[in-house]
């Protein structure tokens, strides 16, 4: 049977395009005809709204996913609730895959609290999930997939510089920290693959270190990567490569500010926000392809 | 000067007892006069907030913090939100410190935005943040905190079975992760230290496990604990001790079900659930007083 990450990867070789937009507007990024109206949480939440869905529209024929930060939101108490709601459901309207980035993460009926308020329903395909409670803190989450036919990205090594302070902790076993987790993600995902071969349990791999990302590639043939650090992190087309398996799958790279943010780049600067966002996401396009020879 | 723990400290003190109240409601807990109403998200989340509001007025003279668990309150969307803001504000103006606990992390300007989100104005006084990203998911937290006289309680070794498989692990320097991420959150707070020595950057140490409790209280002085697992996840007072200094200090110990649903205990089923809920906070007062000796 088919599950989440199948009908993922079937609308990135559709769109022959493994990026995922991150929809991570803030008021400071608004082009100023728009962020005049950000006054306070309300209006400023209709402002961020607006910006997004012009995006959407310049940019679901050329992206097969969005990623919505959730914390972008949150901080506009439950004015960011309504509209984080209606940007997923305006991106699942336009038949995009979305994913909500909210690294959420406790046990028992909390968690399950969590896998109900984000995988219940029609607006996410995916959440992104924090890794050091243990199963406890993933088979809440795992047990809605199978119900629901969603998935999650559970965070493995993440593209922050201080991230190796804990993930690259060498254990007695001789793997690193990050590699522990790897294993025990293919571990926990393993009975929610599809025809594919890929799980609905994801892991997220950063850019910004293509040589561990080959290591955990090789190391997790059943695992979908999700892959941010491109762009505005550093990371480029060739470093994102390390986290695609030999035919040019098995992995979404995510950029945010470097597609939602592009106009104010001096090579879109004659262009209206939303269609430098189209640029930006064709020219990333043309730089995974070009990089993983699609 | 003051930091919010030297405040928490003093609450503690004057009240004579280290219970933080977890505010944990789901529908399926209330009694059936509130649940009756609870039809839909709006209806839910309102009789979650009236339930919750007559537990405050009947022990805030008894606990002196609460802990608002998100997960509770994002499941009804926006209007979970209205009610978890409206809930701390209740408690906030009974006198009561009160922590948010969101288990939030991210990086960068995401992380600014939790921060933000949670510990601007006057709502929250205290976060839970997760360590997995390292110092780059932390510097966001400390920083607001320094800024707001505000604190944050960073997972360190959770009271769950699976934990283990992950914070349990050796390192090749011989620590386990828990106690690597314990000296972390001990160098990462070490700028936020108050009059009374502990830092407002607190960890999150469970009772199910004394002996690792009391590994990590000998190697963390500045530290200040807050502690999960007792009562309904099995741990008891004479547990919970292991947390604690030779003061019978530097560490606050949560009670969310044996509190909140105490009404459905045996031992309490004649009274109301709120007197129930007053009942249970004095039993386990005198347990902690008992098993620490004040």
New interface residues.
């Given amino acids: 049977m088919k599950n989440i990450t199948d009908k993922l990867a079937e609308r990135i070789k559709k769109l022959g395009n493994p990026t995922v937009a991150g929809l991570?507007p803030?008021v400071d990024m608004l082009p100023d005809d728009l962020k005049k109206f950000a006054k306070d949480k309300p209006s400023s939440a209709k402002a961020v709204a607006e910006f997004t869905y012009k995006i959407i529209d310049k940019i679901k024929d050329i992206v097969p996913a969005v990623k919505i930060?959730s914390?972008?939101y949150?901080?506009y108490?439950?004015?960011g609730?309504?509209v984080m709601?209606a940007i997923a459901d305006y991106a699942k309207r336009a038949g995009l895959i979305v994913m909500a980035d909210v690294?959420?993460?406790?046990?028992?009926?909390?968690?399950e609290?969590?896998a109900?308020?984000y995988l219940d329903g029609d607006l996410y395909d995916y959440i992104t999930v924090?890794?050091?409670?243990?199963?406890?803190?993933i088979k809440p989450f795992t047990d809605k997939c199978a119900e629901k036919g969603k998935g999650i990205f559970v965070?493995a090594r993440?593209s922050?510089?201080?991230?190796?302070?804990?993930?690259n902790?060498?254990?007695?076993?001789g793997d690193t920290?990050y590699e522990?987790?790897g294993k025990?993600i293919a571990e926990w995902g393993k009975d929610l693959k599809g025809e594919s071969g890929y799980s609905a349990v994801g892991a997220v791999v950063g850019a910004t270190n293509p040589a561990e990302a080959a290591r955990l590639r090789a190391a997790l043939p059943g695992v979908f990567f999700l892959v941010p650090g491109y762009g505005a992190q550093g990371g480029k087309g060739a470093d994102a490569a390390a986290s695609f398996d030999e035919h040019g799958g098995g992995a979404i790279v995510n950029n945010s500010r470097g597609i939602i943010a592009a106009y104010r780049k001096p090579e879109y600067s004659s262009l209206a926000y939303y269609d430098a966002a189209r640029e930006a996401a064709i020219a990333m396009r043309e730089d995974l392809r070009s990089a993983l020879k699609l």
Same sequence: chains 1, 2.
């Fill in positions: 991570d803030r930060q914390a972008f949150e901080i108490d439950e004015y609730t309504v709601k690294k959420r993460n406790d046990i028992g009926s909390t968690a609290a969590y109900s308020a924090n890794p050091y409670l243990g199963y406890d803190g965070l993440t922050n510089p201080s991230a190796a302070a804990i993930q902790m060498k254990l007695e076993t920290l522990h987790i025990l």
